[in-house]
Structure formats: C-alpha cells, structure tokens
C-alpha cells in the first residue's frame, strides 16, 4: 500500500509529537535584528509632505483671518458732527453711530445733507460720550481703526472708534455768509 495520504483517521489517544522549536542560525539572528531596528519608511515622505502641506494651508488661513478681521489696515481720523448714537443687533448689541464729516459738509454745502460716515463703538464710556456729543451740536474728532471685515460682537461697521474728543480747532467762516446781513440796515429818510 502506497503511504503519500494524509491520515484523517488519528487516535485521539496517541500524544502528539511536539514540535521542534526552530534554532536560528547567526545570519538569520542578524537579519531579524536589522529588520527589527529599522523603521518602515513606506509611504511615509509622503505622510510627511502632506502633513507640511496641511499645516502649512492651516498656519496659512489663520493669518488670514486674523488680517482680514483683527488687524486694523487703517487708523485714522474723522472730523464732523455725530448724528445718531443707537444700541443694535439681535443676538450681540453693539451701539453704532452716524455722523457728517466737514469734507462732506464743504463738498456739497448747497445740499441736503445725510450722515456719510458710520461707526461702530466698542467701549461703554465712548458711548457716553458719543451720546453727550451728538445733541450738543459741537464738531468731535473721531479716531477709529478700520478693519478689512466686520464680527458680530465688535459691530455692523468696519469702522470701529476708539477714541472721542471735541474738536478745538474753529471752524473757518462761511464765505457764502454775508457779513453785513448780521447788522441792521439804517433807516432810510
């Protein structure tokens, strides 16, 4: 009888043979100790230069934002009459402003004139003093930081004031304005 089969008919009586466990020989220690020392370097300078790339686009877009709206672009000056002073907004209350420059004023003198610069005002006591000189009459100088984009809490206007002052320069006098109208015409006999 030919003996090439496997025997599915075993004692489960009979103790099996244990195994040999396997001797390494000095090459093979050696090559398992550099397979276990070295790092698998697949695909990982791609893992590398995308993880660049995204940290790169993330610091990218936070500078962006922080320019866009944070970093004032502008600090300037406006002077003029404040119009209006009001508290609005839905969820975040912010108090705005109108007000009418003197370049406004001096542009169209023969003109109805509107309010032409809008402001938003972060700071409680700006807006007390805002609020003392809108009714007054007096020209102020407004000194604002404008930003490139707007956020809900700072305001509706890029124009964001951070200082208020009356305006102690005079105003020049009124070349339309006749002198001799103030006094009173002498009687004619």
Do not use: C
């Not at 300078?45 to 004032?72: D, G």
Request: zero cysteines.
């Amino acid at each position: 009888m030919d003996d090439n089969f496997d025997d599915h008919f075993i004692d489960p009586h009979e103790p099996e043979a244990e195994p040999q466990p396997h001797v390494e020989t000095a090459q093979e220690r050696e090559e398992r100790e550099i397979r276990e020392a070295t790092i698998e370097r697949r695909g990982s300078t791609l893992k590398i230069l995308l993880a660049l790339v995204v940290v790169a686009m993330v610091m990218f877009l936070a500078w962006w934002v922080w320019q866009y709206y944070f970093h004032p672009y502008r600090i300037s000056q406006e002077k003029g009459w404040i119009m209006k002073v009001s508290n609005e907004g839905t969820v975040f209350k912010t108090f705005e402003g109108e007000m009418i420059s003197v370049g406004y004023i001096e542009d169209t003198l023969p003109v109805v004139l509107s309010s032409d610069f809008k402001f938003s005002i972060p700071d409680d006591s700006l807006v007390r003093d805002a609020m003392l000189l809108s009714g007054n009459g007096k020209r102020v100088v407004l000194t604002y930081d404008e930003y490139k984009g707007t956020v809900l809490w700072r305001g509706n206007s890029r124009n964001v004031v951070t200082k208020i002052e009356p305006d102690t320069v005079l105003l020049k006098l009124n070349p339309y304005k006749d002198t001799n109208a103030a006094q009173p015409a002498e009687k004619m006999e």
